[in-house]
């Protein structure tokens, strides 16, 4: 079955950086596109980040760009977020997803606050 588990959030100060991990299993990980999901209290869940199958194409919501990297790794049917300059703003729960099917992960929290 699909497998979709995050790791790496934790607590972090203003100005900080984590790099969350997405290990997949379960589907042939190499011919999806994946994505990176976050929701924040009392808020929609909302895209933040995709990267193309084979890694060459990335795309960010304009919050976050410049500051979050997406990455993947095909052979270790893993993806990454890399993210910098953390802002208060950004504390969620982030998601690692795929599309169809649509599958999710069961999230990791980031909080950013001092």
């Known amino acids: ?45 909302e895209l933040v980040a995709s990267i193309s199958r084979a890694g060459s194409v990335t795309d960010y919501a304009s919050s976050v760009k410049g500051r979050f990297t997406i990455s993947r790794d095909n052979a270790k049917n893993t993806v990454y977020l890399q993210m910098n ?10 998601y690692c997803n795929i599309r169809s099917p649509t599958y999710w992960g069961q999230g990791t929290q980031v909080t950013v606050s001092s």
């Open 1 to 45: 079955q699909v497998q979709l588990v995050e790791s790496g959030g934790g607590l972090v100060q203003p100005g900080g950086s984590l790099r969350l991990s997405c290990a997949a299993s379960g589907f042939p990980f190499s011919a999806y596109m994946m994505n990176w999901y976050r929701q924040a209290p009392g808020k929609e869940r």
């Open 85 to 94: 300059s953390l802002k208060p703003d950004d504390t969620a729960v982030y």
